[in-house]
């Protein structure tokens, strides 16, 4: 069973890493069982046992730490800084920091996005204030008046005459690199970066791909400030491990302990969590109406009120795929009948490294952005946005304007938030605000993993490491 | 002079997603069409003074093309640098197909 630990005194000692959930089926048996198969990047596993020594934890307390990740990590990795929709037209801009950085991410022509340094070349005013969105035709400086057009070309100084050593074509607002993929715009300030599908690797780059990501909109967009170092966050969504502690009331319908964890190269990770399926922890404790009853959704909104009952010896997946499929095809009027029972009812959790998640399932169907708070180390904006498929009569939706919690609210106050999932996620914080204490508290200085199900953590951590410039 | 509304523009003429400025006295006002909603808000930015009538405008906000302070466009609060001050919003009907404004005398 799951939750039966000690295994000392064995002689045969499976090679390390190699050891899965005893007594409960892989993610894989599970989803190989569903009536509408899963698609390749679901049926894949791709474990690598990656050590077992402890995470040192000076990385989470130490202001100097925090200022060498601005310096090194956070200024040659590929970030997630918007989506398309939030700059559809021409001239449209949002701006996007990350610490004392930021960038006016612009469409300079319709298929043509720059990321500008939000700052005037003349005394460094920042062009746009920071966390903001809109239409220019041209970015003039409030100080001064000094003027760029919306590619980024210098377009006039006021009082040139004072400025003959301002030659216009070398006054250029300098740029970050742009790709996009998927919908999202991501950008990185080092020139010399690999290209993001390099940096993604192939195999990840095909799941991605494969999502169309590009065909959903934002309908729900919250943020709010976490009590934690950003990387302590980040680790509290990369495994199923605490379902059972942390979300009690999730579990019963969570495969957590018999999850499945993969990573792809040095930046991106993942955990297929099932859903509609009894954790390990409690076999024998629920029956499968149990488990229909219990089942958390991400976008319950799309439902209304589910009608959960169970007949003919059916199992609470199959009937919940089947009645997920009908109702989220009604309610955002897209065509799901070559969606997997997994895709629609599952947990993916992707990272691309360092601080965006995509969850591309149809239930739980977030993006997660992870930013530290450049004042304070122990500190995280965390943003979840909800994305729903664009409906099939191709009118796309103006993407959620932003919900902005302060720092004592539930996200369950959030407008539009399933209270479900915003209890699962005040969870999570409470368990930040005391892990970032008791790391500063504690007489041990590192973090121990468990092989399997904290792989990403150490996998994350490892290409921390290479940013920083130590060995791992 | 007591408080009234003034007709400015046909419902036809500011459809849905656009806006459009009117002149009303001295006032120089701006009706916007957003969310299945009619506002009538100053169209003069509180920051530098520039009208707002080529602004990107959201389901709640207008966004000052020149240096990019918002406003909501129901309260008028500033929302974000440069701007600090509000600009003034207007209550608005349609009567007969006709936009209406309701301007408010100061008294002197």
């Known amino acids: ?472 | 002079m007591a408080d009234s509304f003034h007709r400015v523009l046909s419902a036809a003429e500011v459809p849905p997603g656009t806006k459009k400025a009117v002149q009303v006295g001295d006032r120089c006002i701006l009706i916007c069409n957003s969310n299945q909603r009619l506002y009538a808000i100053s169209n003069i930015c509180t920051h530098a003074e520039k009208p707002l009538e080529r602004g990107r405008m959201s389901a709640t906000w207008i966004a000052c093309p020149t240096h990019g302070a918002r406003f909501d466009l129901a309260t008028g609060k500033a929302l974000n640098p440069p701007a600090v001050k509000p600009i003034a919003t207007y209550e608005v009907r349609v009567v007969d197909e006709w936009i209406e404004v309701l301007i408010k005398e100061v008294a002197t």
């Open chain 1, 1 to 472: 069973m799951a939750g039966e630990t000690i295994e000392a005194g064995k002689n045969t000692t499976p090679p390390k890493g190699e050891t899965r959930c005893p007594g409960a089926p892989t993610t894989q048996e599970i989803i190989a069982r569903d009536k509408v198969p899963a698609p390749a990047w679901v049926r894949s596993e791709s474990y690598e046992f990656m050590g077992d020594q402890d995470i040192p934890t000076d990385r989470y307390i130490d202001p100097a730490y925090a200022r060498k990740e601005f310096d090194t990590l956070w200024k040659k990795t590929w970030q997630f800084a918007c989506r398309e929709e939030h700059i559809p037209e021409v001239g449209d801009y949002y701006v996007y920091d990350i610490g004392p950085y930021s960038f006016i991410i612009t469409r300079v022509a319709q298929n043509e996005i720059r990321a500008h340094y939000n700052a005037c070349l003349h005394r460094g005013t920042k062009l746009r204030a920071s966390g903001t969105v809109g239409n220019a035709e041209e970015f003039r400086c409030s100080f001064h008046g000094w003027c760029w057009n919306v590619d980024g070309s210098h377009k006039s100084t006021t009082c040139h005459w004072d400025f003959p050593h301002v030659d216009p074509k070398k006054f250029t607002l300098p740029q970050a690199r742009v790709e996009r993929l998927a919908g999202f715009v991501f950008i990185n300030m080092d020139q010399a970066a690999p290209s993001l599908a390099e940096y993604l690797g192939p195999e990840a780059l095909a799941h991605i791909q494969a999502w169309k990501l590009e065909d959903r909109y934002v309908y729900l967009h919250v943020s709010k400030r976490l009590p934690a170092n950003w990387k302590l966050v980040i680790e509290a969504f990369m495994e199923a491990y605490h379902v059972i502690e942390t979300h009690p009331q999730v579990a019963v319908s969570n495969g957590d302990a018999n999850s499945q964890y993969d990573v792809y190269g040095d930046h991106v990770d993942r955990f297929i969590s099932t859903l509609g399926v009894l954790s390990p922890h409690l076999y024998g404790k629920h029956t499968e109406q149990d488990i229909l009853n219990q089942f958390t959704l991400g976008d319950s909104g799309a439902l209304g009120s589910v009608q959960r009952t169970l007949s003919g010896g059916a199992t609470a997946r199959e009937v919940m795929a089947q009645m997920f499929r009908g109702m989220f095809e009604k309610a955002t009027n897209t065509d799901l009948s070559k969606v997997s029972d997994s895709e629609l009812l599952d947990c993916f959790s992707y990272t691309v490294f360092p601080n965006t998640f995509l969850f591309p399932g149809i239930s739980l169907p977030m993006v997660y952005r992870f930013r530290p708070d450049r004042f304070d180390h122990r500190k995280c904006l965390y943003e979840v946005l909800f994305l729903r498929p664009v409906p099939l009569d191709g009118q796309r939706p103006a993407p959620a304007e932003p919900i902005e919690l302060r720092d004592d609210q539930s996200f369950t106050e959030a407008a539009g938030m399933d209270q479900g999932f915003g209890v699962i996620l005040d969870q999570d914080t409470d368990n930040l605000r005391l892990q970032q204490e008791g790391i500063e508290a504690s007489a041990k200085r590192g973090l121990t993993l468990g092989n399997y199900q904290e792989i990403r953590v150490r996998h994350f951590e490892r290409t921390v490491d290479q940013y920083l410039g130590q060995k791992s």
